[in-house]
């Protein structure tokens, strides 16, 4: 058998357990009950030590060194390269760390869920100082592999490439004109009269209406599910895709656009090539580009006003008892795209989203190098906060530092994704409108020519290119934060 | 450190991958989508391959040796015990097999949930040829291992020490007073008049009725879950039970005294000890003692007049809408006593239950003895139908020989601890009856006693003891059958 080959049944077995990791992990944040996160965050920890056995076997860089001389097309070169740098990224780490993260990970996660509503940064804290602690140690070891500082060998988790200085520009430059935008953006809605939802929407006829959105959106129902939890994510394998929401009975407004978020991440997974399956390269490039995917939904399409029109006889149908002047096109348009600062990342703007990434990116930055300590946090929220979108959140932990789930599992480095998806996703539409009369589609409720773009441009792409490469191919250019800019300034000022 | 303790950490990391083996399990059952099951099925391979491997270390039989000389407690005696009857039954299949094994049952199993439906044995036979041919092998590695016939080698996986030798005793005494009593009973039956349920019962309603039974009989829902699946069944772990039902909207009856039967499995998990949780002794003792505990709930408590005369506000609350007179005690008292020779297994009455666990037995011995084909079934559970019950079954696959699931995973050697399982619950009621007063307990809906001696003699026992000495412990004797004639005779001719 080819050196390659061998390699290649190694990775697919290691897929298998992480397809196990999935399903548990999913099972964690969606079905168990409180008293059984013990034993499973034993039986987690147990699997990603195992699995992190599996991916730094000793005969590995043995057959990594065969398979480079043999002769093998492009597509297995290309998979040499993901299961490589696979390889590479977890060789560094010794496994007592993984073990520990994982545990750390699940314990600190578990009890975020209920300290979280209680406010309690202190409970929370004695907690996070483990998880902070040893993704420090990761950071470390992984600059010093890599001959990087500590954050940018995080951020090369998460998306391959990309350094500090790099986000630095891109956030600089973002912060000479979005303040502006912002304000001229308030300014000009603030006569704009919208009627708010204000009556009960039930989760069961908002489960039903959100499962006809993902119809909509071709979600395969034969591979994934929708589901309730406390944090909305995209998990499961590309073969059995799992996306959950949450509903607020007072309010549809959220869970109807977050399931247009994850459908978009569900559709990435789900368009992913099966020849591909079990393969590092067959899995999506990035968490910038699979957050692009998510955002092209919700944002690009979702918010559009052509999309809009196609969700109004859809809610009609499920809220036939409310008042249905909310449900009126323009009124819904006005609410997706209402600017206003506030509390919650999850809850924020196309506008003043970048901000909340901005503050994150900063701090996370400043933790994994060292620069500040963990007890800081707060402080520098509320100060950040009050600097880019004028709120204060002191004492307001719930709403503050403690309301996303990354930090809780070590994921520092993460959140930058979200914008720069933001930013390929609005470079995506740019381009793909040059090929397909995209409202026109959305308006003839035609989605296919979007999806064939899509899947042709990036999910059937997985990670045979590199991120550069894949952006270059699909639109042209690499990354163009411009383009982002030119789209807030259409939607909301043109 | 001692080896006994180098043992017992082994076996605990076997038990976390045995921990995600029932999660991925439960949720192929009850959540996955069918196009999950390809990739599924091929991780549970793996994984079922991996705990193989874990059993079998080579440097476990050494270990067991050099235990064997320690000084150690009679607990750590009865584990290192346990370890080893567990390592003696792993080692003696080839990986090739328990593979082969995991990924025909997935399959098979998986295509029966429709196949069943469209009564289609053509199609189910193509799998379950492979599932047979496997456990067939299985059978005669155990029994030449073990020096038995094949079908008491599998026997041995389910009730440790039992024989066809003992089953074939007993079931012929059943043969010569069963039929009689039967008859007896239908005689005095008949003339009987009662309500049956003929309204809707919506999934809702007889779930939230469910949950209440559940509270009732003291489930612990910090450790455990109810959720719905095609076949009732009661998986995950001990320190989170999932239990499962199904509802028909046309009748309540079977999902009531389904969910009681469930969570007698489900407090027997639960009361395990924590103390040797992830060790083999910490485990329940085996199937026929698992089954004496859901029917001890299902049949010895459930179907009681006492026991009865509690569920009736309860249903009364839960369907408000509904025609009472369907609720009163004495008229829910004769249908959960009414005795009527059936199709079905899951829905018979408690004094046919044992023809269809004589048919089973009869066939699945003569099948893995290599003394019929898998082709004869259909033909063999006919003649058997109408020998024992009086009903034919020809042509009817989707209610004769495909209605069970326990086949189609190889779990050949289940049937019989259905009717063991009755036998001691029994035995247990009988002997709990001297030192409880039962009936009381129930009248005053104080069952907290009942829970408490069961506690004390079986849940807390774990497999501390064989079956043979906990029984004796429990109730003076070994298994006694007569006691089981005598418990129906009192209920049904008294």
New interface residues.
């Given amino acids: 058998m080819k050196h390659y080959n061998k390699l290649s049944e190694h990775y697919k077995?290691i897929a298998?357990?992480e397809?196990?990791a999935s399903?548990?992990g999913?099972?964690q944040a969606v079905?168990?009950?409180?008293?059984?996160n013990?034993?499973?965050a034993?039986?987690m920890a147990?699997?990603s030590v195992?699995i992190h056995q599996l991916s730094t076997s000793e005969h590995l860089g043995e057959l990594f060194a065969d398979a480079q001389s043999e002769n093998i097309s492009a597509i297995e070169s290309a998979s040499l390269r993901e299961m490589k740098a696979s390889w590479q990224k977890a060789t560094v780490l010794p496994a007592r760390l993984v073990e520990a993260q994982s545990l750390a990970g699940s314990k600190c996660g578990h009890a975020w869920r209920t300290q979280r509503g209680e406010n309690d940064w202190q409970g929370f804290s004695k907690n996070f100082a483990e998880v902070v602690l040893l993704s420090q140690e990761e950071a470390s070891i992984r600059a010093d592999a890599a001959n990087k500082t500590p954050y940018d060998a995080m951020l090369d988790l998460y998306e391959p490439g990309t350094t500090s200085e790099q986000l630095d520009s891109i956030f600089g430059n973002l912060k000479t004109w979005l303040p502006d935008l912002t304000q001229k953006v308030q300014l000009r809605q603030s006569g704009q009269q919208f009627i708010k939802p204000t009556e009960n929407y039930s989760t069961k006829q908002q489960n039903a209406l959100g499962l006809d959105i993902m119809k909509l959106l071709e979600f395969?129902?034969?591979?994934?599910?929708l589901d309730i939890s406390a944090h909305p994510f995209c998990g499961?394998?590309s073969?059995?895709v799992r996306i959950t929401t949450r509903y607020d009975e007072t309010d549809f407004i959220q869970s109807m656009m977050g399931i247009v978020h994850e459908t978009g991440h569900a559709r990435y997974e789900q368009g992913l090539p099966k020849s591909l399956?079990g393969l590092p390269v067959g899995e999506a490039r990035s968490m910038g580009i699979h957050e692009s995917q998510s955002l092209f939904f919700e944002m690009q399409l979702g918010r559009s006003k052509e999309f809009i029109d196609q969700l109004v006889p859809l809610v009609l149908k499920h809220f036939p008892d409310n008042n249905p002047a909310v449900f009126e096109a323009d009124n819904l348009q006005k609410i997706y795209t209402r600017v206003n600062p506030g509390l919650i990342r999850v809850d924020a703007d196309e506008v003043t989203y970048p901000a909340h990434i901005m503050l994150r990116y900063e701090i996370e930055r400043d933790l994994m190098n060292g620069n500040i300590n963990y007890t800081d946090i707060p402080e520098l929220w509320d100060l950040k906060m009050q600097q880019y979108l004028g709120i204060s959140t002191a004492g307001n932990y719930k709403n503050g530092c403690m309301q996303d789930i990354h930090w809780t599992d070590g994921a520092f480095g993460y959140f930058p994704s979200y914008t720069l998806g933001a930013m390929y996703a609005a470079q995506f539409m740019t381009a793909m409108k040059k090929q397909v009369d995209v409202n026109t589609c959305l308006s003839e409720q035609n989605l296919k020519p979007i999806f064939n773009w899509l899947n042709k441009n990036i999910w059937s792409k997985a990670s045979l290119l590199t991120t550069d490469q894949l952006v270059k191919q699909a639109t042209g250019e690499t990354l163009n934060p411009a383009l982002y800019g030119k789209h807030l300034q259409q939607r909301y000022l043109s």
């Fill in positions: 077995k298998n357990f397809h196990l399903v548990a999913w099972d079905m168990m009950p409180a008293g059984g013990e034993s499973r034993k039986a147990e699997l195992h395969d129902f034969n591979h994934g599910r499961g394998t073969q059995d399956k």
